[in-house]
């Protein structure tokens, strides 16, 4: 009985061995090099097809920004399969003076090449601004700052910022508080779903 007992946890510890050094082998690092963000303001495209409708363009706030990623071994995909950015953006309140709103989006990209600049952006609609502003064309001027984190598999693995120190988002700060009442918009979500196509990383689209 106690050969039966010592060969059992024998089996188990071996067991245990195995999976814990296939797990350390299978172990990636991951290094990602963030650019600052920057922000733009784009006036929405006219395109020449079907019946034209006469309109006059307004301005979106285009905020976007580079980064690069390297993965340690590098997989054969030579692709990182999902790498998820939190967006935060500060803007004026439209209600308090020298006060600001924080606008949070998170964007999974899918299938996103290694050791190359690639893109990702968020965008304030027209109507967004004018609720910030009460004006039409005063975008990247309400702009206070902007930030970001790159997750991969879960793990934060990179952040930047604008100006300042990136993080100031998990700062509490009497000037600024979270708000959900300006959405910011991924790419896919806006009439430059299909410009600029191969500078950005996918995004993955829930289906509804």
């Known amino acids: 009985m106690r050969h039966l007992r010592f060969s059992f946890f024998s089996s188990v510890a071996v067991l245990a061995l195995c999976v814990f050094s296939q797990s350390t082998a299978n172990a990636q690092s991951y290094k990602v090099e963030p650019a600052k963000p920057s922000f733009d303001d784009l006036s929405s495209p006219d395109f020449n097809v079907g019946k034209q409708k006469d309109f006059k363009p307004k301005d979106w706030l285009e905020i976007e920004s580079s980064f690069k990623i390297q993965i340690s071994p590098e997989p054969p995909s030579k692709t990182a399969e ?64 902007v930030g970001y984190e790159v997750l991969i598999n879960g793990e934060k693995v990179a952040q930047e910022s604008s100006k300042g120190q990136a993080g100031w988002w998990n700062t509490a700060s009497d000037k600024i508080s979270r708000s959900d009442t300006v959405p910011l918009l991924n790419k896919a979500e806006t009439p430059f779903a299909s410009m600029w196509w191969d500078r950005y990383a996918e995004i993955l689209v829930e289906r509804r």
Do not use: C, Q
């Not at 004026?92 to 006060?99: F, N, T």
């Open 82 to 145: 999902r790498v998820m950015l939190k967006w935060y953006v500060a803007v004026e309140h439209p209600d308090k003076k020298g006060a600001y709103l924080l606008l949070t989006k998170e964007i999974t990209h899918v299938n996103v090449p290694l050791n190359e600049d690639i893109f990702s952006s968020v965008y304030l609609s027209p109507a967004s601004i004018k609720r910030i502003t009460g004006r039409e064309r005063a975008g990247k001027s309400v702009v206070y700052l």
